[in-house]
């Protein structure tokens, strides 16, 4: 309708501008290194920070960008970091680098094998086969205990350094900076996909899959593709933690670290990428916080606050961030939309 | 002159506050409890909780001229979460001693963190055996499961049980209980007819009960962690194993004093071998409950133990290192000591930092209209069954 009313430069201006860096992401992300060295203390929390931004990333490209629900996410951090994990443990690939790409590529295979289920159905149906194929993996890896350490968790693994250069020591500083690096590599990936013609017609899928097939667009294929690619990247952020933390346990594929992603994406918001890291950030001091302040209620302020969230709305509380905001419009596909769509609550 | 005699007098202040600042530094020692306020083991967490708090209040916060300042920190029973606090606490906090630690993956996650960084660990719950031997920093306070199990495994032969189905959680904890009971049993003449595995997340106790029953043993050897014990026992019920003649026995994990009050009349009869119950019959033991219930309105259970028992440990290496609070010092300290707790005498081993108690003999009967862990009998001074196996 929108599109008809302009010129065909006017749109190929629009989508290559969208592409453009804005100068507040610019400097999002010099305020991101910069914490490397500003706040040393505060490393540990910020590597999984890092590593809960990468996950929730991953969720948004699916869930954001091709309106694929997953209440199951964790499968694909879960594999991954145990992937990383026994590579180490078995001195099969001493270098983290190397192994983080392999642990991605492993939970991009399962990811592929996994998304032929996923294209079955309406959104209540994926949410159940997500979450199964969830609960499914984890007793997996608690009946394999020779391998998997059941549910005592993988112990005994012992990381060698990044790059054969940089020890993961205690105080977390070289994991975090580990870490950015890699959330900021594939960002910038991630930020390449959703703004290509690939990326653009997940977005028309995501709004309405029978009219995307009708103008061509193959619409499994493409579902699969960005599924599998997903997985990767969760796949990945699994094998950040396991390599950071040196350990794998169950609690890895658990229902809560699924939930929790979601509502990590429910504070930062979907369908831009900045929602997952904002959410991510969000999210972690916020319970780290509360749960110093008060050991055992924590939770009870959590939840008020997510309802008061979702009651007044995202928009009103974080008004102060308009110009944040803007940025992401920008970068987002939002302008080319007809009013009146939105995509909050999807 | 008076511009002079003005900054000698700020900078005097000024060393003399940088001085004192860091005196007081020194005059606090911090211990990080890591335990889990919320998720499965929370019930544990609330136990440990308490029992320290209540150790601070009958002890005073202050030892050897040192202010002991416990930091709660809530893993919320996820081991990586435990992990990345203790490694916050250690780095952040400073502290000089972490403690806790409800279950074993996250005792384990913390052990190279404790060599690494020379900081003492005091495990005031989780039982698996090998927690002591994964760093030469870690001491435990609390039990190891097999200590339990196979003095259960003594009586049952004793007692004329021949035939027995074990039930374990399937975790490391579950396979030490099933391993060192079995061991135990078979090698007295008894049978194990059957070895029954059940998850360690929500159980269903039901269809294990029924496959136990079917085999139709004398008793049913039964290991599930604290905080389980209530559901176990309703299924149980349920089925109506009580009444089939079928014994209850195994480490008092099951008869947890925390659940107890509220299982039913079911568990009567029920008799397991364990470290400590809130009925047993010492003066030190009655004012213990009787503070301890008045303080946090519950019944103490053997966590609460760990956790005080914990406390008094750290109160007492300060005491021999007259305040000394590096990770070296407080270890060696704490290396053969000795005490009498409210379980009864306990002490360190010297040589595997594990814990060397009185397990005791109890039987779930009913006392002034309450449910309570009778002992009836004593065995003395038990090392932990698996490391002397070792030696």
């Known amino acids: ?346 | 002159m008076k511009a002079y005699k003005w900054m000698a007098a700020l900078s005097a202040a000024a060393i003399g506050a940088l001085a004192a600042g860091h005196a007081g530094a020194q005059e606090t020692v911090k211990v990080g409890l890591i335990v889990s306020m919320t998720g499965q083991q929370a019930s544990t967490g609330k136990q440990i909780k308490a029992a320290v708090e209540l150790y601070q209040k009958q002890n005073g916060d202050a030892v050897a001229g040192k202010k002991v300042q416990v930091i709660l920190r809530d893993s919320g029973s996820v081991p990586d979460n435990t992990k990345r606090l203790a490694q916050e606490l250690i780095v952040n906090d400073k502290v000089n001693i972490i403690a806790g630690f409800e279950i074993t993956p996250a005792a384990l996650a913390v052990a190279p963190l404790a060599t690494e960084a020379k900081v003492p660990a005091v495990v005031m719950a989780a039982g698996t055996s090998i927690i002591t031997e994964r760093s030469p920093y870690i001491v435990r306070t609390s039990f190891t499961v097999p200590q339990s199990c196979v003095i259960i495994a003594d009586w049952a032969v004793k007692n004329g049980i021949k035939k027995v189905v074990t039930i374990v959680s399937d975790y490391a904890p579950g396979f030490d209980a099933e391993k060192s009971f079995t061991e135990r049993f078979t090698g007295a003449g008894g049978q194990v007819a059957q070895a029954i595995r059940v998850p360690l997340a929500n159980p269903d106790f039901a269809p294990f009960l029924q496959r136990a029953a079917d085999a139709k043993p004398d008793a049913i050897f039964i290991f599930v962690p604290s905080g389980q014990g209530g559901t176990f026992m309703k299924q149980y019920t349920e089925r109506g194993l009580d009444k089939a003649g079928i014994k209850l026995i195994g480490p008092g994990d099951v008869t947890d004093d925390d659940l107890l009050p509220n299982m039913g009349d079911a568990a009567i009869g029920t008799v397991t071998a364990h470290f400590y119950s809130a009925d047993h019959n010492s003066p030190k033991n009655k004012t213990f409950v009787e503070a301890f219930t008045k303080a946090a309105g519950f019944r103490p259970n053997f966590m609460a133990l760990g956790g005080y028992d914990g406390m008094h440990l750290i109160y007492e290496a300060l005491k021999k290192t007259g305040g000394k609070a590096d990770g070296d010092s407080l270890i060696t300290a704490m290396k053969g000591m000795k005490w009498e707790s409210p379980r009864g005498p306990i002490q360190i081993d010297p040589e595997t930092r594990d814990i060397i108690q009185n397990v005791y003999i109890r039987k779930v009967e009913k006392k002034a209209g309450s449910l309570y862990n009778v002992e009836f009998a004593t065995f003395e001074a038990v090392k932990d069954p698996v490391k002397a196996a070792k030696k």
């Open chain 1, 1 to 346: 309708m929108l599109l008809a009313r302009l010129s065909q430069e006017e749109v190929t201006g629009r989508l290559v501008g969208r592409a453009h860096w804005h100068p507040l992401e610019v400097l999002f992300w010099v305020a991101a290194f910069a914490t490397i060295w500003l706040f040393p203390s505060k490393h540990l929390i910020l590597t999984e920070i890092a590593w809960l931004a990468l996950f929730a990333l991953s969720l948004d490209l699916i869930l954001g960008y091709a309106g694929i629900v997953s209440l199951g996410h964790a499968a694909f951090f879960g594999f991954g970091a145990y992937t990383a994990a026994l590579l180490a443990k078995h001195e099969i690939i001493n270098e983290p680098v190397i192994a983080l790409v392999v642990a991605g590529l492993a939970a991009s295979a399962l990811g592929f094998v996994t998304s032929f289920l996923v294209l079955r159905g309406t959104d209540l149906t994926r949410i159940m086969v997500t979450l199964g194929v969830a609960f499914v993996l984890r007793e997996i890896a608690n009946q394999n205990g020779w391998l998997t350490g059941g549910a005592d968790g993988l112990q005994g693994v012992t990381m060698k350094p990044i790059l054969g250069q940089f020890r993961f020591d205690m105080f977390g500083h070289n994991g975090y900076v580990y870490c950015l690096v890699v959330l900021f590599v594939l960002f910038l990936l991630a930020r390449r996909i959703v703004n290509s013609p690939f990326g653009l017609s997940l977005q028309s899928i995501r709004n309405n899959p029978l009219r995307a097939s009708a103008i061509g667009i193959n619409v499994n294929a493409r579902l699969i593709a960005i599924y599998t690619i997903a997985a990767g990247y969760a796949g990945i952020a699994g094998a950040l933690l396991a390599q950071t933390q040196a350990f794998a346990s169950l609690a890895y594929f658990d229902f809560e670290r699924s939930a929790d992603l979601l509502l990590v994406l429910v504070i930062g918001g979907t369908g831009y990428l900045y929602g997952g890291i904002i959410g991510a950030v969000v999210f972690k001091f916020m319970h780290d916080y509360l749960a110093v302040l008060t050991p055992q209620y924590w939770p009870f302020w959590i939840g008020l606050l997510l309802v008061v969230l979702v009651m007044v709305g995202r928009e009103r509380i974080t008004g102060w961030t308009a110009p944040f905001r803007r940025m992401a419009d920008r970068l987002d596909w939002r302008r080319l939309r007809p009013r009146g769509e939105t995509t909050e609550g999807r």
